[in-house]
């Protein structure tokens, strides 16, 4: 389980952040990199070789809905504990939450939702409730309005 404070810091560096001092910029920056080379060292997200591996199709010709996935250092890499599941379920809930690559999508897929008895979304397609999965997080993208969604 990925924490929020790894996935958004402290907030004084969002803080210091927000009124552009340009040192703490520059150490929030270095501390998410060093957070998601923790995430690829630890496995929690693998390289497209080691994700085609896992689930034994070719990563790059699946479409960026199907996936779960974070750039670094010009590289994407894929969530690797949604590998397993089916791809079309996985574009299920990412078009009715709408995030798309990034932070709130990984948000998203790592975080225990009250709506599916406080287990992941991976968790709950694995027992069975896509369909629930696909109403939670539709349900969040109505309530939270259009403006995460991304531009088709």
Known sequence: MIRDELLVGSLEELVAAASGDQSSLAFAAARGRTVIDGWIADGTFVDAIEASRRCGNAIDQASPDELVTITHAGQTYYLSGVLDLPSAAIARVNRAHGAGP?????????????????????????????????????????EHGEAHRRKR
């Open 102 to 142: 990034g932070a709130a999508q990984l948000r998203w897929w790592t975080k225990r939702h009250g709506g599916l008895g406080a287990v992941t979304i991976a968790e709950a397609i694995r027992a069975g409730n896509l369909n629930r999965c696909v109403e939670v997080s539709r349900g969040w993208a109505l």
